[in-house]
């Protein structure tokens, strides 16, 4: 088992910067890839980005490619979602997701096992 808590999430006028964060506790962060997932009202969840165990990888959806950045801290269990340059239809509720046996190209939400509970991102124009 493992638990993750998200933070960061708030309210940011369009082209502003927010981080997210990702805290996991129980089973061995470094075993798991990390993703971040966000839905938006009346939205499926949408897959975002996610990275190797290690965190040499990083695999981005074309929508949030070259603004947002993934990265993880192995040493204090905790993933980080770097978003600039934020565009209202960024506005989601965002959450981190591990996986123990897929590839960071795993963009399904039923490829990962354990989620946040979600940190809500608002963007106005």
């Known amino acids: 088992q493992v638990q993750l808590v998200d933070a960061g999430g708030g309210l940011v006028q369009a082209g502003g910067s927010l981080r997210l964060s990702c805290a996991a506790s129980g089973r061995t962060f470094s075993n798991y890839v990390v993703g971040w997932f966000r839905q938006a009202p009346g939205k499926e969840r949408e897959f975002v980005a996610a990275i190797s165990r290690s965190g040499g990888s990083t695999y981005y959806a074309d929508s949030v490619k070259g603004r947002f950045a993934i990265s993880r801290d192995n040493a204090k269990n905790t993933a980080y979602l770097q978003m600039n340059s934020l565009k209202p239809e960024d506005t989601a509720v965002y959450y981190c997701?591990?996986?123990?046996?897929?590839?960071?190209?795993?963009?399904?939400?039923?490829?990962?096992?354990?989620w946040g509970q979600g940190t809500q991102v608002t963007v106005s124009s």
């Open positions: 997701a591990t996986s123990f046996s897929r590839p960071i190209t795993a963009t399904g939400a039923d490829e990962y096992r354990f």
